[in-house]
């Protein structure tokens, strides 16, 4: 990693934001600057030789936190309730960027954005990718596939019934460890640039829902029947389970992108960015049994 660089990371208080800080200043990359909504919520930053800045893509002054940043790590936001919003907070900070001098930018995104894509919050991340090539300014566009910690969510529900209802057919995923998605970030912020470049950040294995099933098993000793279902029947049998209505096709959506093949991405990119090996699946099962076991 260079060490000359002035380099801000945005949302430093999120999960992913704060690890690839944390990992910028191990690596003593550059000048690193956490810039957050909060300042408030990143002092362990400050403490470990972080600058701090109110970052805020709402805030029309935006531009001020960016004086005298080379390169930016433009982390997605989750302001999922409002369509579009997103969409909007990104192109404001690329702007800012601009009108800043800041001369590269590395975005999160995510596996083929494309329009077509059944994912409901995919035109957010296309659009931002669209403002980028635009913008005239250097970019690193990191398409990162699903987190390992996103299966938290659903599997220890599925555990406890032992039925898992997929829509996602044979269609595979390579799910991506959130530690590995901010080494592969700060990587991509920290390298000098050579022109703009795309990478898919996505785990080391493809893996069918049943294969996924299997190793959850494996790690828990409880049994799993995946129950193949159409997205509409998926998108009933989560309402009634108490999922609130306007999420339901969201969830669905990734059971239909998966099914498409739209996330069967061969893996490489983690190892080519970090030199890392990226996380097994069946590693983060068995350093999470107590998590996937949690409704038992
Ligand atoms: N690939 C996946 O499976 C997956 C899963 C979950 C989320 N994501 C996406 O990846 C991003 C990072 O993931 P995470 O796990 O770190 O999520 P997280 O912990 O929920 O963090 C949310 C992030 O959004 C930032 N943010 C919200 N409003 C903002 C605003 N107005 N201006 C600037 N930043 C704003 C927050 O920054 P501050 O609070 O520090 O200002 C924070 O970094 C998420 O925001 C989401 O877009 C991807």
Same mark, same amino acid.
């Given at each position: 990693m260079s060490g000359q660089s002035t380099l801000l990371v945005t949302g430093a208080s999120g999960q992913l934001g704060r690890r690839a800080t944390e990992i910028l200043l191990e690596a003593k990359a550059g000048k690193i600057i956490a810039g957050t909504?909060?300042?408030a919520k990143v002092t362990d930053l400050a403490a470990k030789g972080a600058e701090v800045r109110k970052v805020d893509?709402?805030?029309p002054a935006l531009a001020k936190a960016f004086r005298g940043v080379d390169r930016l790590l433009l982390i997605?936001?989750?302001?999922?309730d409002t369509p579009g919003k997103r969409l909007v907070q990104h192109k404001?900070?690329?702007?800012?960027a601009k009108k800043a001098g800041v001369k590269h930018i590395v975005y999160t995104s995510m596996p083929k954005p494309e329009p077509g894509s059944?994912?409901?919050?995919?035109?957010?991340?296309?659009?931002?990718?669209?403002?980028?090539?635009?913008?005239?300014l250097g970019w690193t566009v990191l398409r990162n596939g699903w987190y390992q910690e996103n299966l938290l969510h659903s599997l220890p529900q599925v555990l406890a019934s032992g039925k898992w209802f997929s829509a996602a057919g044979n269609g595979k995923v390579a799910h991506?460890?959130?530690?590995? !998605? #901010?080494?592969?970030a700060a990587? /991509?912020? !920290? #390298?000098?640039?050579?022109?703009? /470049?795309?990478?898919?950040?996505?785990?080391p294995a493809l893996l069918t829902t049943r294969e996924i099933a299997t190793l959850a098993s494996e790690a828990t000793g409880k049994p799993i029947e995946v129950v193949d279902v159409t997205d509409e029947q998926l998108v009933q049998g989560m309402i009634a389970a108490g999922m609130p209505a306007f999420l339901a096709?969201?969830?669905?959506?990734?059971?239909?992108?998966?099914?498409?093949?739209n996330i069967a991405i061969a893996p490489g990119a983690v190892r080519e960015l970090t030199g890392r090996a990226p996380r097994p699946l069946q590693q983060f099962f068995a350093a999470n049994k107590a998590a996937l076991l949690q409704n038992h």
């Open positions: 909504r909060d300042p893509f709402d805030d997605s936001t989750d302001a999922l404001a900070a690329i702007a800012a059944p994912i409901t919050f995919a035109p957010d991340h296309y659009g931002t990718e669209q403002a980028l090539e635009q913008s005239g991506v460890a959130r530690e590995d !998605a #901010a080494y592969a990587a /991509a912020l !920290a #390298a000098e640039p050579k022109g703009n /470049a795309r990478y898919d950040i996505t785990g096709p969201v969830y669905a959506s990734f059971d239909t992108n998966t099914r498409a093949g």
